[in-house]
T-cell receptor, first 113, second 114 residues
Framework: QQQVKQSPQSLIVQKGGISIINCAYE??????FPWYQQFPGKGPALLIA?????SEKKEGRFTISFNKSAKQFSLHIMDSQPGDSATYFC????????????FGQGTILTVHP | EAGVVQSPRYKIIEKKQPVAFWCNPI?????LYWYRQNLGQGPELLIR????????DSQLPKDRFSAERLKGVDSTLKIQPAELGDSAVYLC????????????FGPGTRLTVL
């Protein structure tokens, strides 16, 4: 899945800190940019998503920033909590890949109390 | 509403044995997906159904994998014969239709091939 690259692979943050995860994509036809959250033993669940007509979307402590020219989008978690410890995946879709989520490799986030 | 149901949750088999996974999607969801998630990786799509029709099976290894969704509701994914490299978590997901971007995932079946 070379067309979607996430960074970092893992991230350790103290409680109350800011977590930032980045996703770079190659397919310019993508037009839906979601982040999924996965806890151990569970399937991924949609956390937040953005369309390319806006540069930022905020839902509670979670914000997506989108940079169309750089073909990148990022997830910011403000005031990170131990309960946010999970694996996060970007999974853009669109164009001829419509309906097919292209998952990144995942970022393991650990929030220490 | 009830979520996506998968069974079994865990399966351990010897190589060359057959195995089957079952999925019941969220009621009213016409689109059903099977993904494979290898350890430490993101899920990869195996097959997508619109009602009972497989509309994208380009990533399904057809020599050993098969799937069906006979009445457009629940679905079965089969591997015969299983190989060591098939050890993974098999995830089922559903969405209201192909135009709906949000996919709802089940808990998955963890397959171990010995």
């Amino acid at each position: 899945q070379q067309q979607v690259k996430q960074s970092p692979q893992s991230l350790i943050v103290q409680k109350g800190g800011i977590s930032i995860i980045n996703c770079a994509y190659e397919n310019t036809a993508f037009d839906y940019f979601p982040w999924y959250q996965q806890f151990p033993g569970k399937g991924p669940a949609l956390l937040i998503a953005i369309r390319p007509d806006v540069s930022e979307k905020k839902e509670g402590r979670f914000t997506i920033s989108f940079n169309k020219s750089a073909k990148q989008f990022s997830l910011h978690i403000m005031d990170s909590q131990p309960g946010d410890s999970a694996t996060y995946f970007c999974a853009p879709t669109g164009g001829t890949s419509y309906g097919k989520l292209t998952f990144g490799q995942g970022t393991i986030l650990t929030v220490h109390p | 509403e009830a979520g996506v149901v998968q069974s079994p949750r865990y399966k351990i088999i010897e190589k060359k044995q057959p195995v089957a996974f079952w999925c019941n999607p969220i009621s009213g969801h016409n689109t059903l997906y099977w993904y494979r998630q290898n350890l430490g990786q993101g899920p990869e799509l195996l097959i997508r159904y619109e009602n009972e029709e497989a509309v994208d099976d380009s990533q399904l290894p057809k020599d050993r994998f098969s799937a069906e969704r006979l009445k457009g509701v629940d679905s079965t994914l089969k591997i015969q014969p299983a190989e060591l490299g098939d050890s993974a978590v098999y995830l089922c997901a559903s969405s209201r239709n192909w135009q709906t971007n949000e996919q709802f995932f089940g808990p998955g079946t963890r397959l171990t091939v010995l």
